[in-house]
């Protein structure tokens, strides 16, 4: 796996909050606090409703991560004097990811029985994290225009899947949040191949690059596909949604994206 990747059965929504490389969440613990009522059909088998409380829980733990994840970006594109159209949707994301988060920890609150939450998240200081343009551009393509473009087609799939019209409509909801924030990354690169330099645009590409790498690892099985009533792909499903993502999603956008710049891009020789 590629550094800054986090495996793509290890994250389950959204922009992940990685540290070191490696994709952070809250603990979760039993606490009020973070759930919205909802009131999804609770199957009666015990084994069930505890899997589906545990799994539901940790959706919701990637989706209040998120919440820190865009809390970051906002601090970042001030950093690298960003438009303030982008400022201003990355703090609407950042309340999106609320809003999923407290949908999500009321779907692992029913199924468990009793309220759900998250406990106190690490957000440590990061003296040594990078914040230059290329820098940026490279984590945002890995966070957002991967993994936030994936993590909207796996939602839809999901929401297609899922069988409970509560759990329906929460992922439908998600989805549709998921989706405008992928857009949203994707304008910040394009920005930033405008604003940057040749450093920028390799950057870019080589996060494109290591993507298709790293997307392309790992075995699949059906193990978990008795879950997807209730809004839960398995795995086979989850890589089957995640390859055809990149294949017809990710890549030909980075393609045509890197080919705008390559194209508008002054000739090595050029003479003023």
């Not at 990685?18 to 606090?33: E, S």
């Not at 409380?53 to 001030?78: G, K, Y």
């Not at 960003?82 to 999106?96: I, N, S, T």
Request: with cysteine; net charge negative.
């Amino acid at each position: 796996m590629e550094q800054g990747f986090a495996p793509a059965d290890t994250v389950e929504a959204g922009r992940p909050y990685m540290v070191a490389g490696i994709a952070r969440t809250a603990p979760v613990a039993m606490l009020d606090g973070w759930k919205d009522a909802t009131t999804p059909r609770v199957p009666a088998e015990p084994t069930l409703r505890g899997e589906l409380a545990a799994r539901w829980a940790r959706i919701a733990a990637f989706e209040h991560a998120s919440v820190a994840s865009f809390a970051r970006f906002t601090l970042d594109l001030l950093a690298v004097g960003a438009p303030a159209e982008l400022v201003v949707a990355a703090q609407k994301a950042g309340g999106d990811e609320v809003r999923h988060a407290r949908l999500c920890f009321g779907l692992a609150s029913a199924f468990e029985g009793r309220p759900v939450g998250p406990g106190a998240l690490r957000v440590p200081d990061e003296p040594g994290r990078k914040t230059d343009l290329a820098s940026l551009t490279a984590a945002t393509v890995r966070e957002g225009c991967v993994a936030e473009t994936l993590a909207a087609l796996e939602i839809a799939a999901a929401a297609e899947a899922a069988r409970d019209p509560v759990v329906r409509d929460v992922l439908q909801r998600i989805a549709a949040d998921e989706a405008t924030h992928s857009e949203l990354a994707w304008r910040f690169v394009r920005w930033a191949l405008g604003a940057g330099g040749p450093e920028v645009r390799a950057a870019a590409a080589g996060a494109f690059g290591d993507a298709e790498r790293a997307w392309s690892m790992g075995v699949a099985s059906d193990d978990e596909a008795a879950l997807e009533p209730w809004g839960i792909l398995g795995s086979a499903a989850r890589r089957r949604v995640q390859a055809q993502g990149l294949a017809d999603v990710v890549l030909p956008a980075a393609r045509l994206l890197l080919g705008e710049v390559e194209k508008a891009a002054p000739e090595p020789n050029a003479r003023a």
